[in-house]
């Protein structure tokens, strides 16, 4: 069927349109984004409620959402601004970003000003803006967390990975580092360090991050520490490697991880005085596009960041119910045969499965995606597979977050359970029964394979 248009002449149908090539959905779109998909993380936790709302039993150990609640004193300080409209300043709120700095000072040691921060709806915005204004090569490990890359790929940067192995738990090591660095030591880099780890749940020694601190500095590199799990660090001795290389490293954070919000979409970077001018070109560029962070949300930020008695009890007690859950499900896995270290920080683990590769073999199981299917099938148990954190397909590798539990339950009970005193596998059966239950199923289904 062919219409007209208003003066008479033929225009072409609906029909027409989705046949011709010039209006193909996927002719006009930037090459560098087709044949993404969306975050894998994201996707995982949309398919899980999928499953759950037909009725199946899923643990959802995919995506990696705090299960504690955001500290009440900083929702009361939410409450109070909800009146807050207008636009606050491109950089931040001043009372904020002060308060960052305040926070590096006081628990880094990092000397730092309201103006060498910027605040951002999530430190995942930040982190596109600072590849967006920063033209050079994006340096991240292998495993790592599952945007760093499609960012780039977004943008058009050029990605180098970064081989690590679990016999070191994980960890980018210097020599590596120097290696890659060295081909073109002139050439432009944005190197990634992220720890405690998104995937794996390991963190840097003192003496690690000194010396990677040493060839960033050779190499003249931008380092972006992404300490957004640092306060996560289960003996709550985070240490910042801002503190061996101060010139050259921007330390991205904000509230999602630590403080339980991650749906409030803050985030903050704060630069050395040296990287002004790529603080300036972000505030540019985010004057362009999302103006300034939500104002309710920046007021109440303000608490969170100034700390005090009942957030420093808020994150001992987190950081205990997190260290007990990690450590049982490490040993029941590794008792099962999986290769898994115990974690040091966040909420994650990184069990690589190829100990069982015969037994998964005989089951049709060549590769993480097809062994977290299986897995999801016939356990209910969603987790990611190692090939969306950037491992090899054919490497039997796969993330899972224990947070599927009562975050708030489990706090007031740890409150109740005398610091000092492990929390118990009873404990964890009682208040986090969830992640008990998924460790239960999955180390059956291991050992029937």
Known sequence: MVSRDRDGGATASHEELAHDARFAPWVHLNLNVRGLGQSA????????????????????????????????????????????????????????RSAVADYYRRRQGIERSGDDVLV??????????????????????TPSWVSYAPQARIIGRHVSWVPTTATDGWPILPEELDRVCRADPDRPRLVVLNYPSNPTGQTYSVEALANLAEVARKYRVILL??????????DGGHVSIARFYPEGTIISSGLSKWCGAG????????????????????????????TSTSAPIQYAAVRAFEGGDEIDEYLMNARR????????M?????????????????????????????????????????????????TGVAMLPGEDFGRPADELTARLAYVDFDGAGALEAARRTPYGSDLNEAFIRE????IAEATDVLTEWIRKL
Request: a neutral charge.
């Open 41 to 96: 993380t994201l996707a995982i936790n949309e398919r899980s409620r999928r499953l759950q709302a037909e009725g199946r039993q899923i643990y959802r150990l995919g995506l990696g959402q705090s299960p504690f609640p955001v500290p009440e004193c900083v929702v009361e300080s939410l409450r109070a601004h909800a009146g807050e409209k207008d636009y606050l300043p491109v950089q931040g709120l001043p009372q904020l």
């Open 120 to 141: 951002g709806p999530g430190s995942k915005e930040l982190m596109f803006l600072l590849q967006l204004v920063y033209y050079g090569d994006l340096v991240v490990p």
């Open 263 to 290: 749906g409030w979409r803050l985030g903050t970077f704060t630069f050395p005085s040296s990287l002004r001018w790529l603080l300036d070109a972000m505030k540019v560029v985010a004057s362009e596009t999302f």
């Open 225 to 234: 520490s992404d300490e957004i799990y640092g306060e996560l660090a289960h």
């Open 330 to 378: 490490q040993k029941r896995l590794r008792d099962a045969g999986v290769m898994v270290d115990p974690p040091e920080g966040g909420f994650y683990l990184f069990p690589d499965f190829g100990s069982i590769r015969q037994q998964l073999a005989r089951n049709g199981i060549t590769s993480n995606r097809v062994l977290c299917e299986a897995m999801l099938h016939a």
């Open 431 to 434: 208040h986090c029964a969830p």
């Open 321 to 328: 119910i997190l260290k007990a859950l990690g450590n049982h």
